[in-house]
């Protein structure tokens, strides 16, 4: 299983980015894709989570209203938008792959099987 994430990049405060998260080399039905995040000095945050094949979708409170996780019909890439980045968005943003259908369990207990190399989002005036 491969997973390779893109579209980090540096970016303005109030600025947007849509972050891709491309899965390959599987061939099942039921997975879900996670989106993490690492600053320095910080531990590992989720994002969001997303479900397959039913699309279910899962964000903390925290990240409600800025960030939105989202496919394409039955694509495996998973986009994550992110907007009114601010200066503590800045992290190292990764991806991650778990073949069942528990999407909130392995988005809260952070246990994938697969990891993305993870794409740095610098947001900086």
């Known amino acids: 299983v491969q997973l390779q994430a893109s579209g980090g990049g540096l970016v303005q405060p109030g600025g947007s980015l849509r972050l891709s998260c491309a899965v390959s080399g599987f061939t099942s039905d039921y997975w879900t894709i996670g989106w993490f995040r690492q600053a320095p000095g910080k531990e590992r945050e989720g994002i969001a989570c997303?479900?397959?094949?039913?699309?279910?979708?899962y964000l903390p409170d925290s990240m409600k209203g800025r960030f939105a996780i989202s496919r394409r019909g039955t694509e495996t890439t998973v986009h994550l938008q992110m907007n009114s980045l601010k200066a503590e968005d800045t992290a190292v943003y990764y991806c991650a792959v778990a073949f069942a259908t528990s999407y909130y369990y392995h988005f809260k207990s952070q246990q994938y099987d697969s990891w993305g190399q993870g794409t740095l989002v610098t947001v900086s005036s």
């Open positions: 997303i479900s397959s094949p039913d699309g279910y979708t």
